[in-house]
């Protein structure tokens, strides 16, 4: 890493992964992650007891078994796909900017990332989280660790983010162009194109969070430029709260009995594909579906580091880097 002229860099983030497909190391992700207050906003005081003497002994091992199945040889998806997200970009404007990558969990830490850069005189950064829709639990959480690592600077550089992007025009159209590549390569016809967003408690809502009207305006725009029916689902549902109806396996498994056999699914909250679209919709959606009487299920990829999602990501950073980069 070496300062341009400009002393500018772009910060890329995302929520992270264990470092490998075992239960010690799901253990130690899951445990830096169900620790977040943003993540599970319940008392400490209630809630450690329950993840240290239930979750942490059980839940690994499965999820273990989960990134066994989507794992590759470059390592778990999330993280080579942000990899090639970053160096994409870092094809796109050679040694004019700096663009680094940071995870808000697990290695590759977003403080760790922060220093460096200011460590290399780096002292405008635009923090980027990953994430078109904005919610508490995974933005306000990266800008948490953001302002920790800030907290303990004497000298500060000054910081840019990238706002939420859900009913931009350039992250609609690269959807739409994305969605239209993939589906015209299928080797049947959809009758419903199911939109999956991360669920969230249904608490987050009332309590102020927009996350639910952001997924909702996203597939509002989206479906004005479809002809084809788009419903919306939420997945990833955990613990017995009330989460955000409906619920992405119910909506899978009531479609056959509605007449409706054949589907692609497709998830535009994620910027890139990981254990939720790989292994929670890819494989258990697909089973869900299949078994209720459906025939034909297609699994959509993200944006990850496609031409369209890497046009819109430049595009974007572009535009919040105005005034900093590129020089007059």
Same mark, same amino acid.
């Given at each position: %890493? ?7 860099? !772009? ?15 799901? =253990? ?21 007891? !329950? ?9 690994? @091992? ?9 794992? /590759?040889?470059?390592?778990?998806? +999330? ?10 970009? *870092? ?11 940071? %995870? ?12 460096? %850069? ?5 002292? =405008? ?7 078109? #829709?904005?919610?508490? $639990? ?6 948490? @660790? !953001? ?57 987050? *809502? /009332? ?14 725009? +989206? ?18 709260? =009330?989460?955000? #109806? ?10 056959? @009995? #509605? ?17 939720? /679209? ?28 496609? @031409?369209?999602?890497?046009? %819109?990501?430049?595009?974007?950073? =572009?535009?919040?880097? $105005? ?6």
């Amino acid at each position: %890493m070496s300062a341009n002229v400009n002393n500018v860099a !772009v910060l890329l983030t995302n929520l992270g992964t264990p470092d490998a497909p075992e239960p010690s190391a799901v =253990r130690r992700y899951l445990a830096e992650f169900l620790s977040d207050p943003r993540v599970v906003e319940i008392s400490p005081k209630i809630w450690k007891p !329950v993840l240290y003497g239930v979750i942490l002994r059980t839940r690994p @091992a499965k999820s273990a078994r989960a990134y066994r199945e989507i794992w /590759t040889d470059e390592g778990s998806p +999330l993280m080579a796909i942000s990899k090639r997200q970053a160096e994409a970009l *870092r094809n796109r404007y050679g040694d004019a900017l700096c663009v680094g990558l940071a %995870m808000r969990y697990g290695d590759a830490s977003i403080g760790y990332a922060l220093s460096k %850069m200011v460590d290399h005189g780096f002292n =405008r950064i635009l923090v980027a989280p990953l994430y078109p #829709q904005y919610c508490a $639990a995974t933005t306000a959480s990266a800008m948490d @660790a !953001v302002a920790a690592e800030l907290a303990a600077m004497r000298s500060q550089p000054a910081i840019r983010t990238l706002p939420p992007y859900f009913d931009d025009p350039l992250y609609i159209d690269a959807l739409k162009a994305s969605l239209d590549r993939q589906m015209a390569a299928l080797d049947f016809t959809p009758e419903r194109l199911l939109l999956s967003f991360h669920g969230m408690p249904e608490r987050t *809502r /009332t309590l102020g969070d927009p996350y639910y009207e952001q997924c909702r305006a996203t597939a509002s725009l +989206l479906a004005k430029k479809f002809a084809l029916p788009i419903d919306v689902a939420f997945q990833s549902r955990f613990g017995r709260a =009330r989460w955000l #109806q409906p619920a992405t396996e119910a909506v899978l498994a009531s479609y056959p @009995a #509605q007449g409706v056999k054949r589907i692609a699914i497709a998830a535009p909250g994620f910027s890139a594909d990981c254990l939720e /679209t790989l292994e929670e919709l890819g494989i258990r959606g697909r089973e869900t579906f299949l078994h209720a009487g459906g025939s034909h299920f297609a699994l959509i990829d993200c944006l990850n580091d496609s @031409a369209e999602g890497m046009a %819109m990501l430049d595009a974007l950073i =572009r535009r919040e880097l $105005a005034g900093w980069w590129p020089p007059a």
